[in-house]
């Protein structure tokens, strides 16, 4: 302020300066990607449907990391995207319980996925793998999806090596 009073810097430059400060600050931000928040997706019409019988995925399943003959189901529903954009690589959670009660899948919350939910309604299908004693029906409980609106994660494909990753 002292600078001001005795007139050594112009009242005009200053406020140049400052526009032009103001101008940079705002381009910058501009500039910058935008943030890409989690996106809840409400799941509605939840069934589970046994696999048809000559589906290739359906035949000779074992569970997870054992030699116990599994069974195989489609879960089927209405994803509600009420955010008014796409939505890519959601992913399904919630809980899954046989007849007698028995949790499904112990310790496992995500089921699945949806690569790619439009904005508005529309239909999913994934499948899982039942251990063959549990009984049926299945019930499904506490279903959500959650997403985003851009991919945020690169996955490799079956054939292709991480070193083939590293070089795109």
């Known amino acids: 302020m002292t600078l001001l009073r005795a007139n050594l810097i112009p009242r005009s430059l200053i ?7 103001i ?11 935008p943030a890409h928040a989690l996106t809840q997706i409400d799941l509605k019409d939840l069934v ?7 589906a290739a995925y359906a035949e000779n399943l074992t569970t997870s990391g054992s030699s116990q003959q599994a069974t195989c189901y489609l879960i089927r529903g209405t994803a509600v995207n009420r955010s008014g954009k796409d939505i890519v690589d959601a992913d399904i959670f919630g809980r899954i319980y ?6 499904v899948m112990k310790n496992r919350f995500r089921l699945g996925g949806i690569e790619y939910v439009p904005a508005g309604e529309s239909g999913f299908t994934f499948r899982v793998s039942v ?11 506490k279903f ?8 945020v994660r690169r996955f490799q494909a079956w054939d292709q090596s991480i ?6």
Not at 48 to 54: I, L, M, T
Not at 163 to 168: A, C, G, P, S, V
């Open 144 to 151: 959500k999806a959650s997403g985003f609106t851009s991919k």
């Open 98 to 103: 046989d007849a007698d009660d028995s949790p």
């Open 15 to 21: 406020t140049q300066l400052l526009a032009v400060f």
């Open 131 to 141: 251990p063959s004693n549990q009984r049926a029906p299945l019930r499904l409980e």
């Open 23 to 33: 101008a940079t600050c705002f381009c910058f931000l501009s500039w910058m990607p």
């Open 48 to 54: 589970a449907e046994e696999c048809p019988a000559d």
């Open 163 to 168: 070193d083939e990753l590293n070089t795109k």
